[in-house]
């Protein structure tokens, strides 16, 4: 019941397919936002390793527990670079397109969160981590992506349920996982995590931001406005920067 | 006299009494600037992990001898993800944090770049790896979430002493365990880390900027004025960039 | 034919010096950064570390094969530290600088690209990846230095070849080593990966960006107005970010 199982059976198999499946969806939108600003080939690549791989390469690296299978299973680097070579080449753009990428994005989401919480479990941690590591898994490419673009990662808020459904996904996995089929888990976690994300996507679900549940929203507004006023009397914006 | 006999004792529980202390504060303000930047329960996850766990998880990385202590220690992951909560559910701002924040940072500090140091002297390194990780430790936290929120690390200048009370908090754990007594190094590293930053940001200290300094300033005038002219014909600010 | 093999003689000691010489004039260029930003002297030696040595440091945490040699060898923290101090102390500015930078850089990328890629090799990983972490060797630490400072990094495009050269450099590396010739693959890659580098800085080479090759230039104009008029209707620029 360990990963090593898993990817010796069809099921396994099959989820390897899905893993590289994600890996190129995201290789190919990583060359969408290459080709938005107008890079070159080496901009695409980059930008399609970081989208592709990412995550998992954060996560082997977290788990230290040898070289990460990016690395070393060549499929995962070749998938990468043919989804930059892909989107460099041609267009992935038009009405096509902009229907399967939400489908292809939400199907890697959950697929990674399985894979991620799956892999942390194999090497012998607890249900806690298997969670953060699937999520790291599933968002963590698009974020460092969105760093080294100078954007502010869309897993930070404002956007509908994406880390969430990674969540989801993750917890599935290691619930199902702990209850003797990892199989199942995987199955589950990425039909939930896929589902979710394409739901919030088409009802556009998002968490409430911190404002709207804040208690200062109870506290009697006079009181709350003079609190305020001393505060910023006190400390203009110290920790703000332009 | 290594990290193992220090945490099997009373002095290492307190330590990491202290330490999670630490997590909890910088896991508050991670979730304070959540609240400012108006996000999610999981963009305060998200911040509350890179303030309190960043800076071990970058020195774990960095030392590479098995699984960061984040992930194996469920205290660490869950007092971040409880500080997260706090800071979401309540208003942890007024006046009376505004007095408790600078105390929990740089005890923080303090106690950070010792437990960097010491673990890096317990896995066979030495002195100058030892300095360095424990102001990984104590800064770098803090300096993966302030990149992931695009602002210019404060670490890097114009701030008072911060990282210059870690590499005196670091160095005097370096020096005392090299001279036979690693718990004395604790105490006096914390003390003196977390007394220097207070101190600094009490009086405002900070290190001098590069110009005020810079050699270019007993170049008599004209001559710089020369100089810096040609080099400007020459190389019109190639490597600013907007 | 391993690493091992090539430091102990004479001509790895040589590559080791010219490795040292690449990080000290790393660490200088990343102090001139500094003085432009007027940062403090842990800034710059924050910035030297990172120019200087983030490149190793990536290879080697991906690597996964023991701590970092920027860790465990004091030659390379301390030359980087020497950067630091030598360019917060004097102006390594002017004509003559000038004229040294182009080809200090150019020799630290080749050099760096070719020990990466070796030490990929020699960890027994296969030709993919050690182009992959020669690569990253040469242009990581200049990138994470950018991504800091909050720039967009010059490898992402629009630069003259850089990651270019380092791809021939650890490109050349791979195949002679293969056919039984470290020593001359580290030579002839040191050669072609500067050679390149400065060539391309000379004659203003650069990679073509997405828009010169687009297909979208082959399909007829009254069509592709046509195609983007719908586009934009339907998702207006949703995942620009302002």
Redesign the interface.
Known sequence: MNAEVVTSDGVGEAFRLLDLTGVFANALLGGL????????????A??A?LSGLGGG?LR?????????IA??D?AY??TALAGAATS????V???VW?RMWPLLDAVALGCWACTGAQKTLA?G??W??AV??GVVTAVGGG?VRD???????G????NTLY??AAILAAGAQVALARAGTTVGGSLVGLVLGAGVCMLARWRGW??????A????RVVPVRYRAK?RR??DN??PRQ???P
């Open positions: 936002i290459a080709r938005r600003e107008k890079l070159d080939p080496i901009g695409f980059t930008l390793v390469l082997d690296v977290l788990l230290q527990h040898g070289t990460p690395l070393t060549y680097l070749l460099y080449l041609t267009t753009e038009g009405p902009d090497v941690l607890g806690l981590p953060l590591l974020a760093v080294v673009l100078r954007r502010i990662p897993i930070l808020g404002g880390a969430t998002i968490l409430p931001s911190a404002d549940w804040s208690p200062a609190l001393r505060r006190d400390h920790r703000r920067q």
